[in-house]
């Protein structure tokens, strides 16, 4: 077996953790299931074993040094007709050396994988007919007041339906649960990831010697609010700057992250979610659904319509979306109008164009941990913005979601996810 980076995966690989990712991957695991705890162990038996169980069943030998490559200087995989640069390949040999099957995957973002050539891993599976499909905001905010819905419900209704096209014989009232239940879980293991990431100290790995810093934060947060002096009235979002961090150093350290809408940005929804549950008064699980239904409404706008990959467009694409996605979210959970959901998700983009990516050492820690904690606390400040503000305003989401896109395309690709410009080429690393 031979697997070969390319692109930014190649340039940025062993500081994202792509080498583990390929070693855990190919032996069969799942990221949703294996434990954090079990994956070092993991790698290095496979490393000092040089095998694997392929697929969790048949013993291969597989000689890392050898068997995982990294073509740092070629962009796309030779011959590929997908132009992408996160490009993998997977070339399978029979015992005598011969190339028996070779396929070529690239990593879109937020955890989407293309097949070359193919639209999508699914392909030829019927399409879902959705009770209200829209492919921009605009085509969201009609549909909505059409039917004279709130964005989440248009959501949850189209969850529904891609539920019950795969399991036609269920009850609406439990294709219903179960939808709230997978939200539940998703939003349970983000705020596990949150706590382990308070809970932990240390340096984390990759050699820049960064220090976990929310933990400490953490601390000295929780002894100011027991000492019983004056309350600072902003230290909401000083537990809003915590969560995030702690998200994002989790993520460093290789722990479990939920991909929203990427593993680098992963800290802003969960920060602003759990700002919600913790300190609005009156915060509900209806709140926390409707939160995660508007959110994940925005993300697929820019999906579609533009790109959540930092190797494609830059930073802007990885955390300026997710403040979107967190700001529209928070909007929605406190009440506001569809309207004010739109305008919120769009000041948040707004003011996170033009983003780099240029992670120091190709690690994702500086500034890629603190960046979450500044989306987080200004995707709070768009959402009250739109919140105090009337739905009327000059630029829209959609207007905003294409110019972030234009100036990914303009943006050099040294900036996007290579660590070839910016602060990755500016700071010493040491």
Known sequence: ??????????????GHGTDRAVLLGLAGNEPACIDPAAIESTVAEIRSQKQLKLGGTRTISFDESNDLLFERAIMFPPGARTQHPNGLRLTAYDSAGSALDERTFFSIGGG????????????????????????SAAELLATAQTHSLSIDQVMFANECARVRSAESSESEASIQSRIFAGIDTIWQTMKDCVERGIAT?????????????????????????????ARDP??????????AMAVNEENAAGGRVVTAPTNGAAGVVPAVARYYERFIPGSDHGGVMRFFLTSAAIGILYKENASISGAEVGCQGEVGVACSMAAGGLTAALGGTNGQVEHAA?????HNLGMTCDPIGGLVQIPCIERNAMGAVKAVHASRIALSESEEHKVSLD?????????GLDMQSRYKETSLAGLALNIIEC
């Open 399 to 407: 207007q905003v979601i294409r110019t972030m896109y234009l100036t």
């Open 346 to 350: 769009e000041i948040a983009m707004e």
């Open 234 to 243: 902003l230290s909401p979002l000083d537990w809003v700057t915590v969560y």
């Open 112 to 135: 989407f994988i293309v097949e070359d050539g193919a639209e999508t891993l699914s392909a030829g599976q019927p399409e879902v007919q959705l009770p209200y499909p829209f492919h």
């Open 1 to 14: 077996m031979l697997v070969t980076l390319y692109g930014s995966l190649a340039l940025t690989g062993l």
């Open 201 to 229: 100290e240390g340096i984390l790995p990759g050699g820049l010697n960064v220090r976990r810093r929310a933990h400490g934060l953490a601390e000295r947060l929780r002894e100011k609010e027991m000492s019983g002096l």
